[in-house]
């Protein structure tokens, strides 16, 4: 099993940024795909950018290109979420997953561990 736990969320005027970070916990393994998914209210849990541990590049959403940045320490078994430009679209509940071994972009399914969430919230 793999425990996830995220922090970093908050509130934030639009334009402005936060960072999320979540780390991994139990049976970690080198080769595998962590990133973010969020959910705002009424609305489907969306993909926002994962990254690979064994080393390849990051896969974004086009909403959040050029303005969130995933990144990845493998020594500390945490995965980052850096938001900036952030917009009150953005507002939304922030999910850390993982799987074992390469990303599948944004397909929820095959993401086997998740994490409680932590609130963003953009104000305009």
């Known amino acids: 099993q793999v425990q996830l736990v995220e922090s970093g969320g908050g509130s934030v005027q639009a334009g402005g940024s936060l960072r999320l970070s979540c780390v991994a916990s139990g049976n970690t393994y080198s080769n595998r795909c962590m990133g973010w998914f969020r959910q705002a209210p009424g609305k489907e849990r969306e993909g926002v950018a994962v990254?690979?541990?064994?080393?390849?590049?990051?896969y974004y959403a086009d909403s959040v290109k050029g303005r969130f940045t995933i990144s990845q320490d493998n020594a500390k078994n945490t995965v980052y979420l850096q938001m900036n430009s952030l917009k009150p679209e953005d507002t939304a509940m922030y999910y850390c997953?993982?799987?074992?071994?390469?990303?599948?972009?944004?397909?929820?399914?095959?993401?086997?561990?998740w994490g409680q969430g932590t609130q963003v919230t953009v104000s305009s």
């Open positions: 997953a993982a799987r074992v071994g390469f990303c599948v972009l944004f397909d929820q399914k095959k993401y086997n561990y």
């Open positions: 990254i690979y541990f064994g080393g390849s590049t990051p």
